[in-house]
C-alpha cells in the first residue's frame, strides 16, 4: 500500500515536470528577449529622454506594452535588414561564425534546426504528399512532389508518362534531402497534410498521422500517460 503512494506521488510529479517544462522554457525564452531589449543602449536612451516626472507617473503595464513594442519594432527593423543584399552577408557571416565556436554552436546549430524544421513545415511549394520506392525496390519513402519536370528536361527519359520532382527529406531534419524525378504513375498518394508528413517525418515516425486525441492530435499528456502506462506494463510483468 505504501508503495503504491509513493509511486503514485513519484509518476504525478514526474507528469507535472514534463508538462510544466515547456511553459517555463517558453516564458523563460520570451522573458530573456523582453529583458534584452529593455536593457539595451538604445532602449535606455529612449527611456532617459522621457521627463522624470511623467517616468514616474506612468504605470508599470504601460511601460511592459512599451517594452513590447520597442521589441516588435527591433525584430521589424533586424528583418528588414536581414532581407537585403548586405543583411545576408552579415547574416551569412555571422551564422558561420557562431557555428564554428566550440560548445556555443552546439545549442546554436539544435536551435537553428528547430527553427529550419518549422519553417519547413509550413512551406507551401509541397502541395501533394506521396509514396515513393526509394532508395531501393522493396523499400518506401516519403515523398513530396514540387512540380512537373518540365519538356526540356524530361525529354531525355524513358516513356511517355509524365515526371514529377520529387523531394525526399531526411530525419530528423527534413531541410535537407534528396531531389528525384519519378514517373508520376508509379507513385502513391496519401491522403495526409504536408505539416502531418513533417511531423512524421521530425518525429522519426513517433508522431504519426491518425492518432487522435481529443482535437484530433496527441497532447503531450497523451504521451506522457502512455509513456507511464507501458512502464507500469513492464514492471507488472517482472
Not at 520532382?165 to 504513375?185: C, E, H, Q, V
Amino acid at each position: 500500500m505504501l508503495k503504491t503512494i509513493i509511486r503514485s506521488i513519484r509518476t504525478n510529479i514526474l507528469v507535472g515536470l514534463i508538462l510544466i517544462t515547456p511553459i517555463v522554457v517558453t516564458l523563460l525564452v520570451i522573458n530573456a528577449v523582453v529583458n534584452f531589449f529593455r536593457d539595451s543602449e538604445a532602449f535606455t536612451n529612449l527611456l532617459e529622454s522621457v521627463p522624470e516626472e511623467l517616468r514616474t507617473s506612468v504605470p508599470e503595464f504601460v511601460w511592459l506594452i512599451l517594452h513590447l513594442a520597442f521589441l516588435l519594432a527591433a525584430l521589424f527593423l533586424i528583418g528588414v535588414f536581414a532581407r537585403n543584399i548586405f543583411g545576408r552577408q552579415v547574416y551569412a557571416l555571422g551564422d558561420r561564425f557562431i557555428g564554428r565556436i566550440p560548445g556555443i554552436n552546439k545549442i546554436y546549430l539544435f536551435v537553428r534546426t528547430i527553427s529550419e524544421s518549422v519553417v519547413a513545415q509550413r512551406e507551401t511549394m509541397f502541395q501533394e504528399v506521396v509514396i515513393a520506392e526509394y532508395p531501393r525496390k522493396g523499400l518506401h519513402s516519403i515523398a513530396f512532389i514540387t512540380a512537373t519536370v518540365p519538356e526540356q528536361i524530361g525529354a531525355p527519359l524513358e516513356g511517355e508518362d509524365e515526371y514529377v520532382y520529387l523531394f525526399i527529406p531526411t530525419t530528423p531534419n527534413p531541410t535537407s534531402g534528396f531531389l528525384i524525378m519519378s514517373k508520376r504513375s508509379e507513385l502513391k498518394t496519401l491522403d495526409i497534410s504536408p505539416g502531418d508528413a513533417m511531423k512524421l517525418i521530425i518525429s522519426a515516425g513517433a508522431a504519426s498521422p491518425g492518432q487522435h486525441s481529443g482535437d484530433g492530435q496527441h497532447t503531450l499528456l497523451d504521451k506522457v500517460e502512455h509513456w507511464i502506462a507501458n512502464r507500469q506494463h513492464k514492471s507488472g510483468r517482472k
